[in-house]
């Protein structure tokens, strides 16, 4: 968020719609899942505090929510820490 206003000059408030590219574990392809206000009522931009990193300069970190979820299927294998998403399988 902070870095969005102050290197950017954006306020992020004002972001309507977002575009989210994914590349898959074999980085072989790519999905795009978005999300706007004008065709999901349940979007929005928002600063959340994490306190998961104590380190000078932590890692940028999106998180993407019910709003892109509604897309497709996430599965998550947490033995073998890996994440898949498949667009349109509902």
């Not at 349940?42 to 890692?59: E, T």
């Amino acid at each position: 968020w902070d870095a969005l206003v102050e290197q950017a000059s954006v306020d992020p408030r004002r972001i309507r719609a977002l575009n989210v590219r994914v590349q898959d574990t074999s980085q072989t392809s790519l999905v795009d899942i978005q999300s706007g206000r004008g065709f999901n009522n349940l979007f929005y931009v928002a600063p959340i505090s994490l306190d998961w990193f104590v380190v000078d300069n932590p890692p940028y970190l999106l998180v993407l929510g019910q709003t892109f979820l509604s897309q497709g299927t996430l599965t998550i294998d947490a033995e073998d820490r890996l994440a898949s998403f498949e667009v349109g399988a509902i």
